[in-house]
């Protein structure tokens, strides 16, 4: 997958001119698998990532639970 990944950004020269990727992080499985890739290649290919998170407030405690999940992730990974 990491590798799908990192062909994928340089064969659509997807991080041309940048030295950050921003990751939207929902808290589920698509976005967390994502950032954790982004993040092992993140001194491979050059680039700081940082995550982005939106409670909505919609969702109640579900909602409240995922940006836990999501600032904890972040945090383990030092990812700001």
Do not use: P
């Not at 290649?41 to 919609?58: P, T, V």
Request: glycine share 8%; charged share 25%.
């Amino acid at each position: 997958m990491i590798n799908s990944v990192k062909n994928t950004i340089l064969k659509y020269n997807m991080l041309k001119n940048s030295n950050s990727v921003t990751v939207a992080l929902s808290g589920g499985a698509d976005s967390v698998a994502l950032t954790h890739i982004l993040y092992n290649l993140r001194d491979e290919l050059g680039f700081e990532i940082y995550a982005a998170h939106l409670n909505h407030g919609i969702r109640g405690k579900d909602a409240d639970r995922d940006e836990e999940f999501s600032r904890k992730l972040c945090e383990k990974l030092g990812i700001e």
